[in-house]
């Protein structure tokens, strides 16, 4: 089993940037491709990023690519998103998952382990 948490999520203005991050537990972290998916309010969720376990590949959404970084660090049990010139339409709370695998995942249903989410609301 493996849990994660999420954390770095808040109220930031149109243009500003966050960081989540999202701790995993478990000493198996190494194993696991993760990826960060978002949900708004009456949508699905959809993928924003995602990153191979040893962050030598990484995908991004059309609507955040460019504006967005997603990293991690193996020896901290933990993954980043790290999001610039944010816009309105990122709001929506974003969820952390992990898949136990060495290749390329970008769907949310090939993940098999989900966090708990964190709210972003960014403000016009």
């Known amino acids: 089993q493996l849990q994660l948490v999420e954390s770095g999520g808040g109220l930031v203005q149109a243009g500003g940037s966050l960081r989540l991050s999202c701790t995993a537990s478990?000493?198996?972290?190494?194993?696991?491709?993760m990826g960060w998916f978002r949900q708004a309010p009456g949508k699905e969720r959809e993928v924003v990023a995602t990153i191979t376990w040893s962050g030598g590949n990484t995908y991004y959404a059309d609507s955040v690519k460019g504006r967005s970084t997603i990293s991690r660090d193996n020896t901290k049990n933990t993954v980043y998103l790290q999001m610039n010139s944010l816009k309105p339409e990122d709001t929506a709370v974003y969820y952390c998952?992990?898949?136990?695998?060495?290749?390329?995942?970008?769907?949310?249903?090939?993940?098999?382990?989900w966090g708990q989410g964190t709210q972003v609301t960014v403000s016009s």
């Open positions: 998952a992990a898949v136990r695998s060495f290749g390329f995942h970008r769907y949310g249903n090939e993940y098999d382990y």
């Open positions: 478990g000493r198996t972290f190494i194993s696991y491709a």
